[in-house]
């Protein structure tokens, strides 16, 4: 519970108004473009600064773009640092021992040899997650594998991958069909001809269906290119339809071949009708992926005649509301609309929840927000006021001369602040805005988190040692106490239905406190 508290908590920080004076890490866009950043497994890293009230607080130093957590990619270095050639010589040899066993064009070798072998020889090892050849199979002998694989099931491969679960690298939460089909039907009906697939696997699940499509109807003139970090993908398709892909660095790890095929479907017929469909993962960086973002964007507008400047590439960003100010900030043509994007895999981002309990990804894009129809029949109205659809709870405000919510409830109107709020908030004298009945007047404090002074923190506090032997205890004591539980279970004693359903409940109260 405390660990997805933690995550929820960052995610809502940084899509907080007010981190301007905050303390914590912070990406530093504008290098010096002459000093290429150093290389890790991921490609080019990025630069960050900690910071302590707005103020950067020690040396910047190099991290990788993809990875948050140092368990996932180690690679750390001070901007001003100098290697010496042996340990440069040594983080070469460690990148190329981390990428792919194999090359995008072994892959393509392997794919056109496996769809050509009879069904019976088909195969697909779950443990290692690779389509296997008559070759590979006594490596295998003593693994999962799985036999017969169809051609359907080759054109849905994300029914045969398992996700991974690092929730800030790769985030792979698989769109609902439900979600899947209502942006098929609505890059139909706003006429695309292409789309760029870019992130996770619920744009992979997009670009499956996208393909499907075409392949079972004529009429449908769809195609699409994934760009993805996770390079399993790219035993299932042809150069053309998948480039291995960072996109927080707009790295493409097959070099300038997949760059070109990047750039040539993006300036297909002229750069016209093609859309970019991103769903980053929840923990990444605003930052980065604007940069990345633009860079796609000046792709296209290369392929573009000099009399077309004013024209922007189509993009749909499916991200939580709670971003929206910072992604406006990057892009201000961007509105965000009210469709509540659903997830298979996901425990909370459920389709028909209410309340706190809904959704709160959404979909933002620089396209006019009345061209784009929400389905009526799950609830959504078109307001005339606004010349858009919304929820059927988002109500006009008259004073605000908007449709307000942002999370599927109907808000409240703070004459004091002269905005809108949410239902759970209330007005408060001493700190002059709107918060959550409990809140904290005083506002987050900086310094240590053991004993709460300002002039260092956890990591360098004289205090550590002993908080560690009191966290050990309390662990120690939890665990007794799980233990007595589980004999007692044993001995035949009911549990209390309370614990069988905790770690839901846990998760919707984590969810609910991110969302109030």
């Known amino acids: 519970m405390a660990a997805l508290r933690d995550r929820l908590g960052d995610v809502e920080a940084e899509g907080s108004t007010s981190h301007q004076g905050s303390s914590g890490v912070e990406v530093v866009l504008h290098s010096d473009p002459a000093t290429p950043a150093p290389l890790c497994p991921h490609g080019p890293t990025l630069l960050f600064v900690k910071v302590s009230q707005g103020k950067e607080e020690t040396r910047r130093f190099y991290a990788c773009s993809a990875c948050r957590d140092r368990k996932d990619c180690s690679f750390f270095q001070w901007e001003d640092?100098?290697?010496?050639?042996?340990?440069?010589?040594?983080?070469?040899?460690?990148?190329?021992?981390?990428?792919?066993?194999?090359?995008?064009?072994?892959?393509?070798?392997?794919?056109?040899?496996f769809i050509e072998l009879p069904l019976s020889q088909r195969k697909f090892c779950q443990g290692c997650q690779q389509l296997l050849l008559p070759d590979d199979w006594e490596k295998h002998l003593e693994h999962q594998v799985v036999g017969d694989i169809s051609v359907t099931q080759l054109k849905r491969p994300s029914q045969l991958l398992y996700p991974l679960e690092n929730k800030k690298t790769n985030a792979q939460y698989l769109f609902a069909d439900r979600s899947c089909h209502f942006l098929i039907d609505l890059l139909s009906t706003l006429e695309f001809r292409r789309v760029l697939c870019v992130g996770t696997p619920s744009c992979f699940r997009l670009h499956e269906l996208i393909r499907l499509k075409a392949s079972g109807d004529k009429k449908s003139n769809i195609k699409s290119l994934l760009l993805d970090i996770d390079f399993r993908y790219s035993q299932f398709y042809v150069e053309d339809s998948f480039c291995h892909y960072n996109m927080f660095n707009h790295h493409f790890f097959d070099g300038k071949a997949a760059l070109e095929v990047c750039r040539t479907f993006l300036q297909e017929d002229k750069g016209e009708g093609v859309i970019m469909v991103t769903d980053p993962p929840f923990g990444g960086l605003v930052e980065p992926l604007a940069v990345t973002f633009k860079k796609l964007i000046a792709m296209w507008k290369e392929g573009q005649s000099q009399g077309n400047n004013h024209k922007e590439l189509p993009i749909f960003w499916i991200f939580p509301y709670f971003f929206e100010s910072r992604i406006c900030q990057f892009f201000p043509s961007f509105c965000m609309l009210d469709y509540q994007?659903?997830?298979?895999?996901?425990?909370?981002?459920?389709?028909?929840?209410?309340?706190?309990?809904q959704s709160p990804v959404r979909i933002f894009t620089n396209i006019p927000p009345n061209k784009i129809i929400l389905p009526v029949e799950e609830g959504y109205r078109f307001c005339p006021l606004c010349q858009r659809y919304v929820s059927l709870e988002n109500q006009h405000c008259e004073h605000c001369n908007s449709c307000t919510s942002k999370d599927g409830r109907k808000w409240n109107h703070c004459f004091l602040c002269k905005k809108c709020v949410k239902p759970s908030w209330i007005h408060c004298s001493i700190c002059n805005h709107c918060a959550l009945p409990d809140h904290s007047c005083e506002g987050p404090k900086d310094g240590c988190f053991i004993c709460g002074e300002l002039d260092h923190k956890r990591g360098t506090c004289p205090n550590i040692s002993a908080s560690k032997k009191a966290n050990k205890a309390v662990r120690k004591q939890k665990q007794r106490k799980s233990n007595k539980m589980k004999m007692e279970t044993t001995k035949g004693q009911p549990m209390n239905h309370t614990s069988v359903t905790r770690k839901k409940k846990r998760r919707e109260r984590a969810h609910q406190y991110l969302c109030s």
Do not use: F, I, M
């Open 81 to 113: 640092e100098k290697l010496s050639g042996a340990r440069l010589a040594a983080r070469e040899a460690h990148n190329r021992t981390c990428q792919p066993p194999l090359s995008r064009t072994k892959c393509v070798e392997r794919y056109l040899k």
């Open 341 to 357: 994007v659903d997830y298979d895999n996901h425990a909370l981002y459920k389709h028909g929840k209410t309340g706190r309990k």
